[in-house]
């Protein structure tokens, strides 16, 4: 079927909210990671910057999934979307506060993400709720469910510092936690896009 001028314009934004949480996510961390032995005050700041990447990462992946997969249920789609933009909103808000950037919340700054993460299969849940199994919902589970799976080992990897934490020294230069959670999301980020690509495909206008 031919889509309609305004299905391909709210295509695009879907596509651009998705692009825009995957430089912002990259970018933050860039900058984070250049920048953050400056200062006190320096750190604080562009690790504000790293977490408000994340969770525009998040925000913009969830918006542009739930966009292609709630095609059919307007209202319901756009609930969906302003929450998860509202939840990230407020993540990003709870980032600011100078406590929650310290090492001794790290595995709270983990679970943060991971938990808001969990938030965004929701609209997705509810789809299958509304409409059984289809061969959509099967394909949004499958495709997820490994992502999702990938994006949790790079957060445990980075939470509870492993490697690294089983053999000190070993891992310091090559092949940390912290390293290891970046190929996760890099790799996260292509799965989704993936992801993206089949709804688009599969989605009848």
């Known amino acids: 079927a031919i889509a309609s001028p305004a299905a ?3 295509d695009a934004l879907a596509w651009a909210a998705f692009f825009v949480g995957v430089e912002a996510v990259l970018l ?5 990671h250049a920048l953050h032995c400056h200062s006190p005050g320096v750190n604080h700041t562009v690790s504000c910057l790293d977490y408000a990447g994340i969770a525009s990462f998040i925000a913009g992946a969830s918006a542009a999934v739930t966009h292609f997969a709630l095609a059919d249920f307007a209202r319901l789609k756009a ?3 302003v929450m998860i933009v509202v939840l990230a909103a407020a993540v990003t808000a709870l980032s600011t506060m100078p406590r929650f950037c310290t090492p001794a919340f790290r595995l709270i700054r983990t ?3 991971v938990a808001l993460t969990a938030l965004t299969a929701l609209p997705l ?3 299958r709720l509304l409409t059984g199994p289809t061969a959509l919902t099967t394909l949004i589970a499958e495709h997820l469910s490994f992502e999702y799976g990938v994006f949790l080992v790079g957060a445990l990897l980075y939470g509870f510092r ?3 934490r089983l053999a000190p020294g070993a891992f310091d230069i090559v092949g940390h936690g912290h390293q290891l959670h970046h190929l996760c999301v890099v790799y996260g980020a292509y799965l989704h896009y993936d992801l993206l690509h089949a709804l688009q495909a599969a989605r009848s206008f």
């Open 111 to 113: 679970f943060t993400f």
């Open 125 to 127: 849940v509810h789809l």
């Open 28 to 32: 933050g961390s860039a900058t984070m």
């Open 79 to 81: 609930t969906y979307i």
């Open 8 to 10: 391909v314009w709210s």
């Open 162 to 164: 492993l490697p690294e």
